[in-house]
Each structure stands twice: as structure tokens, then as C-alpha cells.
């Protein structure tokens, strides 16, 4: 074998058979933040006023069912919050929005304890559709048998876009649990700050704040809309028992601000609250954040949003085709497990600890090889001859002995290469 071939074949990445992929691993992601949500609106190809339109038709849609229904509140708040998720990532031309719906509401009655059958939910869905007086439809008709294996199908996509996270915020009922700690009026929290708190999971605003900063939120905003005095109420009570951020409050009120000014008539607060009065809430709190120097959106950075044009991947050292499979990123991912996770922390130490077996490290290092010389070709050809006996043109023969040449110095080779 030549010195070429052997280098060409210590260049060449040995292959090792590792067996299966061990796993792939998600980690739930219980919040979004605003940056976030808009890159993922813009890589659906939809502008903020298509969106916006969209997300008020499904969940007016979803709040129509429930109370066709009668399941609780926290019902439509947890069928929202799943909607939403599954929108953002998933494309709109993958499904019908409608059936989402109610996939949504189906999955938030198993995650909230209501007994509703799959049944129930497309039967009242149905005889919303028909005009009052006519006869109902019941959910033992065949009629719902293809809408039922549907709806069970879009629940496994729900399930694997939220990452089999049951867990669900409660700020409905954390409006009630303030308004009685503090003691304010109880019919103005429950007419105002309640409706409230349905028009917010119009917005995006679930998916950002906790559960305390959306609770204070609809209360401040309510008593403002009722044109009473929030830090005169509260100055008083010791607000920062709770750990909240202004601006945190802040961003959900701008939110529900937006929403009733481009939407007031498909709003719950629309039917009781005039758009004027709404303006100059919006005009206070605006020059609150004027004064504080407050950020529209916690947490937010002015970076220009990825381009959704689709361009061939530079290939880097670290992204080549012998780069060896991690259980971070694996080649392909369709004949793979992929398990869900709640701790983030716990799965660090698992990629950590599982990674290093499906690492290839390499070792530089120099060797020094001394080759000799081969020894020089004779200047006659092969038949070796003998000269003698040939005159040459002065009339007399002669031989050319062969020279013993000594070996020159050793010398190194380093990469393949003579230096």
C-alpha cells in the first residue's frame, strides 16, 4: 500500500455503530415572551390586523360553545391559552381553525375536571349554527361520528405542541381571592374586573404575565374604567406582598387597551364600557409610562425579526455530514423518542451526562519518520551491459563504476506533507 493511500485513509472518519438513538428531549415551556410571539407571527405569513382577527374569531367561537355548554370559566381561559399555543406553531393552511376549537375546549374539559364527551361539544356546536326554534340536534347521532374521530386526533397534536404541560394559570379566580383581601367592592369586581379578565384571554397576554400580574391588571384597569382611584384604593395595602414588576402590569393593561381600541364591539367590555372612557384610560396610563421611562414590552430587544425566506445552510466545521449524532441534535428525528420534560434543570443533566457517549474527540499530534534515500538509477539501461570492447569516438572504451551515495539527513513529515 503507498504512502497516499495510507494517508487518504487516515483522513476518512471511522465509523462506530452506537445502536439506537436514546431520546430526544422537550422541555415545556410554561411562558413566551413578546418578541417571541411576534417572530412567530411573522413566520406564518400573517399581519398583525389578519392575526388579530383570526384569534378574536376563534375564541369568541370557543366562548359561544361554553356557554352553550355551561362549563366554568376556567374551562374557556384553559381551552384559550391551548388554542393559542397550537396557532403560533402551527401553520393555518395544516387545519381549519374551527376544528382547533373545539379540539381546544374538549382537551381544556379533561385538563379542568368537566365531564364533556367529544360528542357534546360538536352537538352544541352544531345547533348553534341552526336558528332558534328549530329542532336540536342530540349527540347520539351518526352524524358526529367522522367530526369525533377528528376532534381525537387534533387532541394528540395539542398534546405533543404543549408538551403535555397540564399545568394552567388561574387568574379568574385570583381576581376574587384580591378583591376580597382587600376589600374592595364586590359588585364592581365581579361586573367589571371579571369581564375583564374574559376579554384578556383575547389577547396574548396569558401566554407572557403570571398569575398575579394578570389578576392585578384586570382589577386596576376595571376600577380605572369605572372611574375610581386604583392607587388611592390600594395605597393602603401592601401591594408587593405579590413580587410583581410594574411593567409586567403594565404590558397587560396596553394589551387589553389595544384590544378594546381596535375591537370594541367584539369585546365583553364593549357592551357596557363606551370607547371614550377607554381613551383616556389609555391616556393615563401612557403618560405613566412616559414618566417612569417604562418599556411597551418587558423584556423586549431592538433586533431586527428573522427573515422567513428560506437560504442554503453554511456549512461550518461543527455542521458537516461527519459530524457524529448528539442527542441534542440528531440527524433525523422521525424514527426517534422524544420525551417531554417539566424541569429544565433535570434535562440539562441528562444531555450533559448522555452526550459525552456520542461525542467523537480526536488527537493532534506529530510523528517523526527517518527515510533514507533510494539509491540513484543507473544511467544504462537495464540489460546492464558491459562498455568495454565499444570504442568511443577517441578510439578507446571505458566503464562507469557505480557511486555508493551516502544517506541524507532524516527529515519529518507533519500533515502529509515535507517540511
Known amino acids: 500500500m503507498s504512502l497516499g493511500e495510507e494517508n487518504s485513509m487516515a483522513d476518512q472518519p471511522v465509523r462506530v455503530n452506537r445502536g439506537p438513538h436514546p431520546s430526544i428531549i422537550v422541555v415545556a415551556r410554561n411562558f413566551i415572551p413578546e418578541q417571541e410571539l411576534q417572530n412567530l407571527i411573522q413566520k406564518n405569513g400573517l399581519t398583525a390586523q389578519q392575526e388579530r382577527v383570526q384569534r378574536i374569531q376563534a375564541v369568541n367561537f370557543i366562548q359561544s360553545a361554553r356557554q352553550a355548554l355551561e362549563v366554568p370559566a376556567q374551562t374557556f381561559a384553559t381551552a384559550c391559552v391551548l388554542y393559542h399555543r397550537f396557532r403560533l406553531l402551527r401553520e393555518e393552511k395544516d387545519y381549519i381553525w374551527q376544528d382547533v376549537a373545539i379540539a381546544s375546549l374538549f382537551l381544556a374539559c379533561k385538563i379542568e375536571d368537566t365531564l364533556k364527551k367529544s360528542r357534546e361539544i360538536l352537538c352544541a356546536v352544531q345547533n348553534l349554527k341552526k336558528s332558534i326554534g328549530s329542532d336540536g340536534m342530540t349527540p347520539d347521532d351518526s352524524f358526529f361520528d367522522g367530526g369525533q374521530k377528528l376532534v381525537h386526533g387534533f387532541e394528540r397534536l395539542l398534546l405533543e405542541q404543549n408538551s403535555f404541560d397540564f399545568r394552567s394559570r ?190 467523537d474527540e480526536y488527537e493532534e499530534y506529530e510523528e517523526e519518520v527517518v527515510i533514507a534515500d533510494p539509491p540513484p538509477e543507473s544511467r544504462h539501461p537495464a540489460n546492464n551491459h558491459s562498455h568495454r570492447g565499444h570504442p568511443n569516438s577517441r578510439g578507446f572504451s571505458h566503464s562507469h563504476p557505480h557511486r555508493n551515495y551516502p544517506p541524507r539527513e532524516a527529515f519529518s513529515y507533519r500533515g502529509g506533507r515535507r517540511v
Open 170 to 359: 388561574k387568574p379568574l379566580s385570583m381576581i376574587l381571592k384580591i378583591g376580597k383581601k382587600f376589600d374592595l367592592d364586590s359588585a364592581l369586581v365581579e361586573d367589571i374586573c371579571w369581564i375583564v379578565g374574559l376579554d384578556m384571554y383575547r389577547t396574548y397576554a396569558p401566554l407572557k404575565a403570571g398569575t398575579y400580574a394578570m389578576a392585578l391588571a384586570c382589577l386596576e384597569i376595571g376600577f380605572l374604567l369605572s372611574n375610581q382611584d386604583w392607587a388611592a384604593l390600594t395605597a393602603e395595602k401592601n401591594v408587593k406582598q405579590f413580587h410583581v414588576q410594574r411593567a409586567e402590569i403594565m404590558e397587560v393593561m396596553q394589551d387589553l387597551c389595544d384590544l378594546w381600541s381596535s375591537h370594541h364591539k367584539d369585546t365583553c367590555v364593549g357592551e357596557t364600557i363606551s370607547l371614550d372612557n377607554i381613551i383616556s384610560v389609555r391616556i393615563k396610563l401612557n403618560a405613566e409610562m412616559q414618566e417612569q421611562s417604562m418599556p411597551r414590552y418587558l423584556g423586549y430587544r431592538d433586533t431586527p425579526p428573522k427573515s422567513t425566506t428560506t437560504s442554503p445552510v453554511q456549512e461550518s466545521p461543527a455542521s458537516t455530514k461527519d459530524t457524529p449524532e448528539t442527542p441534542v441534535s440528531p440527524a433525523d428525528t422521525r424514527n426517534m423518542t422524544v420525551r417531554y420534560m417539566l424541569d429544565p434543570e433535570r434535562a440539562a443533566r441528562e444531555r450533559s451526562s448522555v452526550g459525552k457517549f456520542f461525542n
